[in-house]
C-alpha cells in the first residue's frame, strides 16, 4: 500500500471546518501559545521551543498537543484578529486550549480557523509534506488523500435547563455558552454533561485587545455566573494603578476587563492562586476552573476535580453551571499513564528542587499524567507542591500529576501500558542551567508567580531580618488581596516594606509589564519555575532561578549566586 492509500485509509476528524492551504510547519513537541507566541506578529518566543523564531502566520501547524497556560486561546484569537494566525491547526492528541480558541474564533466572530485532529500515522506523514491543502473533506499534500469527518454534536443527554439554555430562554450569551459546551462535549466523546460548584476565570489579562473585545462581548450580551466565580490576577493593581505611572489608555482598558467579568458576576479577587482563599474546594469537588497552576494544584493537592479548561471556555462553564463530563471529572480520566523515578539529590537540598523537579516532569510527560516515585522520605510544604504544580504546568499540557506518599490520589492503579522516566542529578542539574539565562547582576527580584502564600510572605521578611535591598536592586512581591490583608494585620507588610520591598496586589509576573515591571531592569531573578521559563518571552529578559534565600541574598547584594548551588553539584 502506498503512502496516499495508507493515509486515506485512517479517516480524521474536522473539529472546526473551513477551507484552507499553506506550508507546513511541524513541531515536535507543544508549544503554550501564552508566553510562547507573540500575538502582534505570530512569532515564536518561547527560547525554550525548539522552533523559537519561526512564524506560524498563514502555516498549517502541525503539533502533537499543546501544552502550558490556558491562555492560549485567548492568544490565537488575538492572531485570529488580527489575521495573523495559523491557516489550518492539526494535533494528533487529545487537545482543547487552542482549539477553543478557534472555535470561538468560528462562532463569536465569525472568522473560521480550521482544525483537524488525525491518526498518528496520518499525522506523521503530514509532518514530512511542504504544503497542505483543507478542502471540505479532504486534506491533501504532496502525494497524501486524507479523508476527514466532519464533527458534530452527538446525542447528549441534557436536562431540561440545559434544553431551555440552548432554546435561547436565558438569552443570547447563555445559548452561545450551551452550544459550545455541546460541541466540546462531542469532541471529547462524552455523552453526558455534569455539574460544577464553582468557576475561576482566567481570561482576564489584557496582554491583548481579544480578551477585552471577549469579554465586553458577552457581558453586553447579557452573560451572568450561575455558580460562586473568582476572578484571576489583572493586569493592573485596580486601586492604585493612576499613581504608578501606568498609562491611562492601558490602565482603563485594563480595568474594563476586569469591570467586564464583575459585571458578569464573577468575585473580585483578583489571585491566580485561588487555592489560597479561604474557601478553597474540597477533596471530590467538582469544579471548573481555569489558569493552569490552579487547576493542577486543586487536582493534585486538594484532590478536587477539573480539567484545564481554556480560556473563555471557562466562562462558558460558570455560565451555565455545566461541563463536559470527561477527563479528569472522571475517575478514569484521573488514572496515571506514566511513572517516573525521581532520584533526589544526594545530601539534601533546599525548596529549589520542587520547582525544577516539576519542570522536569511535565517535559517527561507531555500529554499525560504521571505518578512520581522515590519522594516517599521527602517533606514538602504546602508551598513547595505550589512551585513544582506552577512549573509543571509550563512543560506539559496534564492537568495533574500524583506524588507517592504525598498527594490524595496517588494510591490510583497506573494505566497497565504506562511510560516509565528516571529523573536524576544530572537532569536536575541540566534543568538549572536550562533556567538560569540571564545576567548575574541582579536589578529585579521577581516573587509571586503563582501568588505569594502568607508563609512565603513571613519566611521573606524573616530571610531579610534587618537588612535592606540594595539600592540598585528592586524586590517586587505580586500577592493576592486577602493575602495581602491578613500580612498587614500581622505586621508582615511593614517589615517587607521597611526592607524595601514593594507588594503589589492583582497583578501577577505573567501580567505585569512596564512600567510597573522597571523598564531599565535587565538582570531578572525569581524563586519561580514558572515565571524563569516565560521570563524571556513576556518582558524580554532571561532570568535567574534560585530559592527564596538566594533571591534574598540577590536583592541584598546585587549579585545572583556565583555557580550551581552545591547540592546540584554532588553525586548522590
Not at 460544577?196 to 481579544?210: E, F, K, M, N, V
Not at 520547582?355 to 499524567?369: E, F, K, Q, T, V
Not at 486577602?482 to 507588594?503: C, F, H, K, N, Y
Request: charged share 20%; hydrophobic share 40%; glycine share 10%.
Amino acid at each position: 500500500m502506498n503512502t496516499a492509500s495508507q493515509a486515506a485509509a485512517h479517516v480524521g476528524r474536522i473539529l472546526i471546518a473551513g477551507d484552507a492551504s499553506g506550508e507546513v510547519l511541524a513541531f515536535a513537541e507543544g508549544l503554550s501559545f501564552w508566553g510562547g507566541v507573540d500575538p502582534e506578529t505570530g512569532r515564536i518566543i518561547d527560547v525554550h521551543h525548539p522552533n523559537h523564531g519561526a512564524s506560524v502566520a498563514g502555516k498549517v501547524l502541525l503539533m502533537p498537543t499543546s501544552r502550558g497556560s490556558c491562555s492560549g486561546s485567548g492568544v490565537l484569537l488575538q492572531l485570529s484578529l488580527n489575521a495573523i494566525a495559523p491557516a489550518a491547526l492539526v494535533f494528533c492528541e487529545h487537545e482543547e486550549i487552542l482549539t477553543l480558541g478557534a472555535l470561538v474564533s468560528d462562532r463569536i466572530f465569525d472568522r473560521p480557523l480550521p482544525t483537524v485532529s488525525l491518526p498518528r500515522t496520518a499525522y506523521d506523514a503530514l509532518a514530512r509534506s511542504g504544503t497542505a491543502r483543507l478542502s471540505g473533506t479532504r486534506l491533501t499534500a504532496d502525494h497524501l488523500d486524507i479523508a476527514l469527518a466532519e464533527q458534530r454534536a452527538g446525542d447528549l443527554r441534557l436536562s431540561e435547563k440545559d434544553v431551555a439554555l440552548l432554546n435561547g430562554e436565558a438569552g443570547p450569551a447563555a445559548r452561545i455558552a450551551m452550544e459550545i459546551i455541546c460541541l466540546v462535549a462531542a469532541w471529547e466523546g462524552t455523552d453526558r454533561l455534569t455539574d460544577i460548584t464553582r468557576g475561576h476565570i482566567d481570561g482576564c489579562i489584557l496582554a491583548h485587545s481579544a480578551n477585552l473585545i471577549f469579554a465586553e462581548k458577552l457581558a453586553d450580551l447579557g452573560a451572568r455566573v450561575a455558580v460562586p466565580t473568582t476572578i484571576n490576577a489583572i493586569s493592573v493593581d485596580r486601586e492604585n494603578w493612576r499613581t504608578q505611572n501606568v498609562p491611562a489608555d492601558f490602565g482603563e482598558r485594563a480595568s474594563r476587563l476586569a469591570d467586564a467579568y464583575v459585571r458578569m458576576g464573577a468575585r473580585p479577587v483578583f489571585t491566580c492562586a485561588p487555592y489560597l482563599l479561604e474557601d478553597a474546594p474540597e477533596a471530590g469537588e467538582t469544579i471548573g476552573w481555569s489558569e493552569s497552576n490552579a487547576v493542577i494544584f486543586a487536582n493534585t493537592v486538594l484532590g478536587a476535580r477539573t480539567p484545564k479548561h481554556p480560556d473563555y471556555f471557562d466562562l462558558f462553564i460558570a455560565m451555565t453551571g455545566r461541563a463536559p463530563a470527561s477527563g479528569v471529572y472522571t475517575q478514569s480520566g484521573r488514572m496515571p499513564r506514566g511513572v517516573i523515578e525521581v532520584e533526589p539529590p544526594g545530601g539534601g537540598g533546599d525548596e529549589l528542587f520542587w520547582p525544577l523537579l516539576g519542570w522536569l516532569a511535565g517535559r517527561a510527560s507531555p500529554d499525560h499524567i504521571p505518578l512520581l516515585t522515590g519522594l516517599e522520605d521527602e517533606t514538602p510544604s504546602p508551598d513547595d507542591l505550589k512551585a513544582l504544580c506552577a512549573a509543571f504546568g509550563t512543560t506539559s499540557g496534564a492537568p495533574m500529576l500524583h506524588i507517592a506518599g504525598h498527594t490524595p490520589e496517588a494510591h490510583l492503579p497506573t494505566a497497565p501500558d504506562a511510560s516509565r522516566h528516571r529523573i536524576g542529578p544530572a537532569d536536575f542539574a541540566e534543568a538549572w542551567r536550562e533556567l538560569n539565562r540571564g545576567d548575574r547582576k541582579i536589578d529585579l527580584v521577581a516573587i509571586g508567580s503563582p501568588h505569594a502564600s502568607l508563609p512565603e510572605a513571613r519566611r521573606l521578611a524573616d530571610l531579610f531580618g534587618a537588612r535592606r535591598c540594595n539600592p540598585s536592586t528592586q524586590m517586587i512581591v505580586t500577592i493576592g488581596r486577602d493575602t495581602l490583608r491578613a500580612a498587614r494585620a500581622e505586621g508582615i507588610v511593614q517589615r517587607l516594606e521597611g526592607a524595601g520591598v514593594r507588594l503589589i496586589p492583582d497583578l501577577c509576573w505573567c501580567s505585569i509589564v512596564e512600567p510597573v515591571f522597571p523598564p531599565d531592569a535587565r538582570g531578572l531573578m525569581t524563586n519561580s519555575g514558572k515565571y524563569a521559563h516565560y521570563a524571556h518571552g513576556l518582558s524580554g529578559r532571561h532570568a535567574r532561578l534560585g530559592s527564596l534565600g538566594d533571591c534574598v541574598e540577590a536583592a541584598v547584594s546585587g549579585l545572583a549566586p556565583e555557580a550551581i548551588p552545591a547540592w546540584l553539584q554532588r553525586s548522590p
